[in-house]
Structures are given as C-alpha cells and as structure tokens.
C-alpha cells in the first residue's frame, strides 16, 4: 500500500484562466440557483391565483363584490369583472417586470 501523504500547507498554483473560469461558473450557478427560486415562487403564485379563481367561479352572484387585491390594495368588483382581472392582471405584472 502506498503511503499517502497530503500537506495541507502546499500551495496549489492554478492559471489565470482556469480562475476566470472558476468565477464564471460561480457566478453562472449562483444566477441558476436564483432563477430557480425566482421560478419556484411564481409558480406558487399561479397557483395562489387558479385557487382563487376557481373559488369565485364558485360563488353566487348573490354573494355581493368581491374584494380584489392590486399590490397592497383591496378593490372591490363584480364576479365578472374580477374574472377579467384575474385574466389581465398577470400579463400586465409581466410586461411591468
């Protein structure tokens, strides 16, 4: 069996541009990762968003306005207006982003 023996004090010499490389992939995997969780929030929001709306399909016409929320607004509108702005509403924050 071979001895093996790792100093841990040798200095390890590494190119400049094996480095820039290392930084790249760094800074590629850190946006990655962002993305990730950037995807992972909005897909919670559409989520959030088809449960809401199946709930007001759901009510009666009876029911009164429903409150709709627009940033950290509530405005309140009929059951069918609602439904437009359930439909509109996220491609405008789209293009707004």
Same mark, same amino acid.
């Given at each position: 069996?071979?001895?093996?023996? &790792?100093?841990?004090?040798?200095?390890?010499?590494?190119?400049?541009?094996?480095?820039?490389?290392?930084?790249? +992939?760094?800074?590629?995997?850190?946006?990655?990762?962002?993305?990730?969780?950037?995807?992972?929030?909005? /897909?919670?929001?559409?989520?959030?968003?088809?449960?809401?709306?199946?709930?007001?399909?759901?009510?009666?016409?009876?029911?009164?306005?429903?409150? &709709?929320?627009?940033?950290?607004? +509530?405005?309140?509108?009929?059951?069918?207006?609602? /439904?437009?702005?359930?439909?509109?509403?996220?491609?405008?924050?789209?293009?707004?982003?």
């Amino acid at each position: 069996m071979a001895n093996k023996n &790792f100093n841990a004090d040798t200095d390890v010499h590494i190119l400049e541009e094996d480095q820039q490389k290392i930084n790249k +992939f760094a800074r590629l995997n850190a946006r990655f990762e962002e993305l990730k969780d950037e995807l992972k929030s909005m /897909q919670n929001d559409l989520k959030n968003i088809e449960d809401a709306s199946d709930d007001i399909m759901l009510l009666d016409e009876a029911a009164g306005p429903i409150p &709709f929320m627009i940033g950290e607004a +509530f405005i309140h509108c009929s059951q069918d207006e609602a /439904q437009v702005r359930r439909l509109f509403l996220p491609l405008l924050l789209h293009f707004l982003h």
